[in-house]
T-cell receptor, first 111, second 108 residues
């Protein structure tokens, strides 16, 4: 598998559930990102990790909790979400100053 | 703060016609501008960046600092150009800020 891979591709969860989104990159990049893509809004940057260290938290609610155990893996832990959190969550990776490579996204529906 | 504005949510042109997707930005320093594209059922991918000054798939974009614009142009649109196009800006913090996107439809 090459590039940026996200799992699961689709997730339906209730507001009381706990789930996680996973992202893996095989490009040797040092930076990884979570973006949120909603139907009527621009792509919103959520979190940035450079060399496994979080360098950006774009005022994201605490019900979203990122984890970056190494430079190749990025998780987004979800708990007690709201229906308005339903969106496409995109993972991306890059060298520090380079082009972003995106995954195909995880489509989240919160009931 | 950095901001990217794409005024057109939807744009339709006929095949063979010229197309221009507008992008304006707000940033106090020297920005790096990009165009990303998302074809149907494909992932978001880089189309071009202003520093490379190259033409990709017939598209070009010129950074106009006076007008703070980075419009994407193609002289003769093709049906396979139908896609969602996002303008993006990278400032000093090297974080990409995206516009809201323009859905381009090229009609036969």
């Amino acid at each position: 598998e090459t590039g940026v891979t996200q799992t699961p591709r689709h997730l339906v969860m209730g507001m009381t559930n706990k789930k996680s989104l996973k992202c893996e990159q095989h490009l040797g990049h040092n930076a990884m990102y979570w973006y949120k893509q909603s139907a009527k809004k621009p792509l919103e940057l959520m979190f940035v990790y450079n060399f496994k260290e979080q360098t950006e938290n774009n005022s994201v609610p605490s019900r979203f909790s990122p984890e970056c155990p190494n430079s190749s893996h990025l998780f987004l832990h979800l708990h007690t979400l709201q229906p308005e959190d339903s969106a496409l969550y995109l993972c991306a990776s890059s060298q520090i100053t380079g082009e972003l490579f995106f995954g195909e996204g995880s489509r989240l529906t919160v009931l | 703060a950095q901001r990217v504005t794409q005024p057109e949510k939807l744009l339709s042109v006929f095949k063979g016609a010229p197309v221009e997707l507008k992008c304006n930005y707000s940033y106090s320093g020297s920005p790096e501008l990009f165009w990303y594209v998302q074809y149907s059922r494909q992932r978001l991918q880089l189309l071009l960046r202003h520093i490379s000054r190259e033409s990709i798939k017939g598209f070009t974009a010129d950074l106009n600092k006076g007008e703070t614009s980075f419009h994407l142009k193609k002289p003769f649109a093709q049906e396979e150009d139908s896609a969602m196009y996002y303008c993006a800006l990278s400032g000093s913090a090297r974080q990409l800020t995206f516009g809201s996107g323009t859905q381009l439809t090229v009609l036969p």
